[in-house]
């Protein structure tokens, strides 16, 4: 993988700050778009543009002398294969490694301004970069035009492509009731307006679903919900399907509470403007924190409503009885799919020709064949060997290695299906593993049973129960440098908010009955082999002996239904408790994969499947 050659065009943006009217000394380029998604279209892909590196979070900052990239341990094998010696890498999560605004003020000049694009960057992240800046006598200041796409000569177009409506087999809610379910929200914090800006919350709301960035089924819109108006900021090309129009009841008289005006998706901030300069000091408009700071800055002081997460947001990650349904189903077909590309693995490694991106492309083609695929949830880290050790690896040709007997193989993928999202990961060998791996993979096994079997109080925090899956590898001197979960979209984002199980300190959720999550403990010994069993759990109320305060208890409930491979195992380490939840969850795969293996007719992964669910003693 040859890093990108970023010399010249920090040259350039490096003059673009210094001939700006007010000339800026530093300049943060953030991954997101105006929406602060985690996932971008190509147009938004400007610290890539600028450094090379293509991992999903990292920060860039530019100063007339320097250039740093922030990433997480996700990233960093990759980061440091894809950018060149102009840049210097900044491990998040290492105690060595200085904050961004610690960084910054000890190598720019006194009195130094710091520039950003203000629909990049959070409000939230603003806030705390320029008090800690204007401590140290800078300033953080707001660039009008986005200094990168200056430089950008090829930048792509903004995408719009056309939308899908869901009906209510998929969404078990009309839009409509959403809207209601909000304005209650609204009018317990006496909020007279809510901002929504986050894109899979606009297209939870209306019951939408669009194609404008690369696996996550969202379009570029913002919304602003009032008392009894409705007001999209949308490109008009997507409002000419008669479909879409309909659903909106935008040529019908809708009744006035349900009227959805369409407005220039250019024309949030000054249309928010305007609301704002209506308002009289006692209403309030509603607006996470996430939003952007172009936004949420609009919007005075008095009259703002700020909380982390938007009542959108939270109600999303409860999943009604009709959604559930319908992940248990692509979980199901995705199971299906992902047997027969075992099978077909199995008898086509030992014959030497099969690699990563062969391994990739055969699990989409599979895929596909299953009913409402509608394509992957993200690129297939299809990894092995050394390869598997880099956490969010991606097989190019320049990387593209031979799966061999000798070998561990990661297979981390998933697949968006019109009744829902996937995501799974299995770790297998085609020959014999070392004790070495066997011993990492049953540690790693072990954490995945033990959070994947926990009972816990409702309304637990996911950050309380990560050392739940790190325990047993903390206890051999082990860990990995990444989150144990996140949750699901329900055909929507693989990776969705507000809950999260991690030891990162993040504003997470509490955990309820509804939300799905994945369970994803791993170890990854660098230069050697990676390690990494992810399943997708459906969170449920637990029957316990007791209710202390009457409270309520949770567990987790599989959706995800595929073999763990039991010749990784070094059986023996596992407790009669983990023999027990192995052998039931195997089970389960036996009882369900299987029956729909029969349906399909699929004989031969059938037997496949019987062989590898086999009990363990």
């Not at 985690?38 to 890539?48: G, L, P, Q, V, W």
């Not at 990759?78 to 190598?107: H, R």
């Not at 490109?235 to 040529?251: F, G, S, T, Y």
């Not at 692509?330 to 099978?343: G, M, N, S, T």
Request: glycine residues 6%.
């Amino acid at each position: 993988m040859s890093p990108k050659v970023t010399t010249e065009l920090l040259k350039q943006l490096r003059q673009v700050m210094k001939h700006l009217s007010e000339p800026i000394q530093a300049l943060i380029v953030p991954s997101g778009d105006n929406h602060q998604s985690e996932y971008i279209a190509s147009c938004d892909c400007r610290r890539e543009f600028i450094s090379g590196f293509d991992g999903s979070a990292g920060t860039a900052i530019v100063t007339e002398e320097h250039a740093a990239m922030w990433t997480d341990g996700r990233y960093f094998l990759q980061a440091a294969q894809q950018m060149d010696k102009n840049w210097t890498l900044m491990k998040l999560g290492l105690k060595s490694t200085p904050t961004q605004e610690d960084w910054l003020i000890n190598v720019l000049p006194e009195g130094s301004k710091v520039g950003v694009d203000p629909f990049i960057i959070a409000f939230d992240q603003w806030k705390v970069l320029s008090k800690a800046l204007k401590n140290a006598g800078h300033d953080l200041v707001p660039v009008k035009a986005n200094l990168v796409d200056m430089i950008w000569k090829d930048q792509p177009c903004r995408p719009c492509k056309p939308l899908l409506v869901m009906d209510l087999s998929y969404t078990g809610m009309s839009w409509q009731e959403k809207i209601v379910q909000q304005r209650a929200k609204m009018a317990e914090r006496k909020a007279s307006w809510l901002v929504i800006t986050a894109l899979d919350e606009v297209a939870w709301l209306f019951n939408l679903r669009g194609s404008d960035i690369i696996y996550n089924p969202v379009f570029f819109a913002f919304a602003i919900i009032g008392i009894n108006t409705i007001r999209l900021f949308i490109n008009e090309k997507h409002m000419e399907e008669p479909a879409v129009r309909r659903h909106l009841q935008l040529d019908s008289n809708a009744t006035p509470d349900f009227s959805v005006q369409v407005l220039p998706y250019e024309s949030v901030l000054s249309e928010l403007r305007t609301i704002c300069s209506n308002l009289n000091s006692k209403e309030k408009v509603w607006i996470s924190s996430k939003a952007s700071h172009a936004l949420s800055e609009t919007i005075p002081k008095m009259l703002r409503l700020e909380t982390v997460y938007t009542p959108v947001c939270i109600a999303k990650s409860m999943k009604n009885p009709i959604e559930i349904e319908g992940m248990r189903q692509a979980h199901i077909k995705d199971a299906v799919a992902l047997c027969e590309l075992f099978v077909w693995l199995e008898k086509e490694v030992p014959k030497g020709n099969i690699t990563e991106l062969d391994a990739s492309d055969k699990a989409e083609k599979l895929r596909s064949q299953q009913a409402k695929f509608m394509g992957l949830s993200f690129c297939t880290i299809s990894s092995s060997g050394p390869n598997s050790a880099i956490i969010h690896y991606r097989p190019i040709p320049s990387t593209n290695r031979t799966l061999s007997l000798n070998e561990i193989f990661l297979l981390d993928s998933g697949a968006q299906y019109r009744d829902g999202t996937t995501d799974v990961t299995r770790t297998v060998h085609f020959g014999t593993p070392t004790e070495f791996e066997k011993e990492c993979f049953t540690y790693v096994l072990k954490g995945h049973i033990c959070l994947g079997s926990a009972v816990f109080p409702s309304g637990t925090k996911g950050h309380l129960i990560d050392s739940f899956a790190r325990a047993t590898l903390w206890e051999h001197g082990l860990d990995y440098l990444h989150g144990t979960g996140h949750g699901v979209g329900s055909f929507l984002n693989v990776h969705e908010g507000p809950c999260g199980i991690s030891y990162k300190t993040f504003a997470d959720e509490p955990l309820e009955a509804g939300m799905i999550l994945s369970d994803e403990p791993g170890y990854y010994e660098d230069g050697s082999f990676g390690i990494r069993i992810e399943s997708i759990f459906l969170l449920v109320p637990a029957q316990t002996k007791y209710r202390f305060l009457n409270r309520e208890s949770l567990r987790f409930q599989a959706l995800t239904l595929v073999p763990i491979q039991i010749k990784m195992v070094n059986v023996k380490q596992l407790t009669e408790k983990e023999r027990d939840w192995l052998n039931h969850y195997h089970q389960l795969c036996r009882e369900v994969i299987g029956a729909e293996l029969k349906k399909q007719g699929k004989m031969e992964t059938l037997q496949w499947l019987m062989k590898e669910t086999e009990p363990i003693s």
